[in-house]
């Protein structure tokens, strides 16, 4: 299995603009997870999924911020219009329900996310 | 409120001697504790976990950590540590409570291990 994959890997882009980012789970993987990771605040959850249905989305940091799981193999993470304190590396992460809340996350490469 | 606590932002070791990153918890009711690494430019990469059972957990390269239900820790260890080791380690928990936040894990914010040689 390739793993959890993410697209693109960076991203440069000026303030105001829309960004997307992509991220296709482990096949099979019920649960896919968003997280933002910088040196000031760590590793936050912005948004899970279970079944393609958002179940938390509390971690959305405002408005400008939204994602999607149209299938079970493909989630996007938008952000309209950037700002530059949004700048990140981006984090996604599938994860096997069955035993639920003992299974372990697969985590993706990452986008890092600059906006000037 | 569950959280995690990594109370070390660097540690410093040298080649071939012990190694312990520590961790502390907090759940309402019984954990489920995981270890993660991040090489840089990397995602996590998950290690080990303590699910139920034997409080001696032990995980991927040599890594191993003990569950203190007493003390609420969960501190990772390696009798010998490797330059290779170096690398931003993650603690990780999620309460056992079928009510708690669903499935989200949450993660305490790192701590550096550096291994000199």
């Known amino acids: 299995d390739a793993g959890v994959i993410q697209s693109p890997r960076h991203e440069v882009t000026e303030m105001g603009q829309e960004v997307t980012l992509r991220c296709k789970p482990i096949?099979?993987?019920?649960?896919l997870f968003w997280y933002r990771q910088t040196m000031m605040r760590g590793l936050e959850l912005l948004i899970y999924f279970n079944n393609n249905v958002p179940i938390d989305d509390s971690g959305m940091p405002e408005d400008r911020f939204s994602a999607k799981m149209p299938n079970a193999s493909f989630s996007t993470l938008k952000i309209q219009p950037s700002e530059p304190r949004d700048s990140a590396v981006y984090f996604c992460?599938?994860?096997?329900?069955?035993?639920?809340?003992?299974?372990?996350?697969?985590f993706g490469p990452g986008t890092r996310l600059t906006v000037l | 409120a569950q959280s995690v606590a990594q109370p070390e932002d660097q540690v410093n070791v040298a080649e071939g001697n012990p190694l312990t990153v520590k961790c502390t918890y907090s759940v309402s009711g019984n954990p489920y504790l995981f270890w993660y690494v991040q090489y840089p430019n990397r995602g996590l990469q998950f290690l080990l976990k303590?699910?139920?059972?034997?409080?001696l957990v032990k995980g991927s390269y040599g890594f191993e950590a003990e569950f203190n239900k007493s003390q609420t820790s969960f501190h990772l260890k390696k009798p010998s540590a490797l330059v290779s080791d170096s690398a931003l380690y993650f603690c990780a928990v999620r309460d056992r409570l079928p009510t708690q936040a669903g499935t989200a894990l949450i993660f305490g914010k790192g701590t550096t291990l550096s291994v000199s040689s």
């Open positions: 992460a599938s994860s096997l329900s069955g035993t639920v809340l003992a299974n372990e996350q697969f």
């Open positions: 096949s099979g993987h019920d649960y």
């Open positions: 303590y699910i139920t059972g034997d409080n």
